[in-house]
């Protein structure tokens, strides 16, 4: 393993590792929340390039990409500092012993041994790497997916744009979520072709806030990066997906986005069954979602919302689509802006 500390003419500058054997981070296994909320300055983890052994969690996605990762959550941690990434870079190795990714299933809590912590470009890792013999057990499997979180836009603003084309977060505030699965409400893409990669995109709320998403891990992507359902212009009643940072400081980058992993996290209002268009083949959805629970007739947001407990999969994304005023439940203002949506209003 190496790390790209900067560039010169250009050219990466890369630094190895020392060689040699790695002291244990801690004698006890650490859990997510410790090795996530344990920071130098409320950004990056003090356990950056020690080994640990890790309690595990459950897997809430798989990113295969060049450089095949698991997402995990300790649903103990719903708040905050309660997600992490682990790269396999044993993936490919010819010993399937050696390898993570393809032994652990979506809903497994898995717990690793000798696995190194890694802050890398922002983001917070756990390295599998075969020199340093790490280990996973699958503690459990067929385990109900935390649901994700909702937060609002400013929970994780966008970048603000400095001289020189550069852009920088005003603060980490929204670290605390970082590998988290989260959604917000209301929100419509004002820009794209942003970022480090050009293929960020804004959204921006009713209020005027934005955040910074990005589809690459998006199973349903096009050819370009962009899912087709991302246009300028596009209003979602719902969009979720992990949040990632992405922190080169000396290259004028430092933001955090919302990184969409399929087409449902992408909830287009009224389009039921996800086909980027709301029409009367969406009715049986909008009739399941309605006859689930809701607030209770008071006023305010259900939190989590009330169809979570249908116990569907995914059961965020069954039913925001149709949660047309955005408080928790499906009612009968959601069947009216059904009806306005129909009808072009």
């Known amino acids: 393993m190496f790390r790209i500390v900067g560039t010169i003419w250009g ?14 981070a801690s004698a006890q296994p650490l859990t997510i929340f410790e090795i996530q909320s344990n920071t130098i300055d409320g950004d990056a983890s003090r356990l950056d390039y020690q080994l640990v052994d890790f309690t595990g969690g459950i897997c809430v996605a798989k990113f295969a990409g060049s450089r095949p990762r698991l997402i995990l959550q300790d649903p103990a941690f719903p708040d905050g ?3 992490i990434q682990v790269k396999d870079w044993a993936a490919f190795d ?3 012993t050696k390898r993570l990714y393809e ?3 979506i809903g497994d809590w898995v717990a690793l041994t000798n696995v190194l912590v890694e802050e890398f470009r922002g983001t917070t890792f756990l390295q599998w790497q075969k020199p340093n013999s790490p280990s996973f057990t699958i503690v459990s499997r067929n385990n109900s997916i935390p649901p994700p979180k909702r937060v609002s836009v400013d929970d994780i603003a966008a970048p603000v744009g400095r001289a020189g084309d550069d852009w920088y977060v005003e603060d980490h505030s929204a670290e605390r979520y970082e590998s988290m699965r989260l959604y917000v409400t209301d929100v419509t893409v004002t820009e794209w072709d942003l970022g480090k990669a050009v293929d960020n995109y804004n959204l921006r709320s009713a ?3 934005s955040c910074w998403a990005a589809d690459y891990m998006n199973a349903d992507a096009g050819v370009l990066g962009y ?6 212009a596009r209003h979602f009643c719902a969009v979720g997906g992990v949040l990632e940072q992405y922190a080169v400081p000396s290259d004028g980058w430092d933001y955090y986005q919302l990184i969409t992993l399929g087409t449902i996290d992408l909830a287009i209002c009224g389009d039921g069954d996800s086909d980027g268009a709301a029409d009367l083949l969406d009715l049986p959805r909008l009739h399941s979602c309605g006859t689930g629970p809701g607030c209770g007739g008071g006023p305010g947001v259900c939190d989590p919302p009330a169809w979570t407990r249908l116990g569907l999969d995914w059961p965020h994304q069954y039913c925001l689509m149709m949660d ?3 408080d928790g439940d499906i009612d ?3 069947y009216s802006g059904f009806q306005l949506t129909l009808s072009g209003g």
């Open 324 to 326: 047309f005023d955005c």
């Open 81 to 83: 500092w309660g997600g």
């Open 11 to 24: 050219a990466a500058l890369v630094v190895m590792p020392p060689v040699g054997p790695k002291t244990k």
């Open 207 to 209: 209020d005027q806030a």
């Open 94 to 96: 010819p010993d399937p």
């Open 103 to 105: 032994h652990v299933s």
């Open 332 to 334: 009968v203002k959601d």
């Open 227 to 232: 899912h087709p359902f991302v246009t300028v």
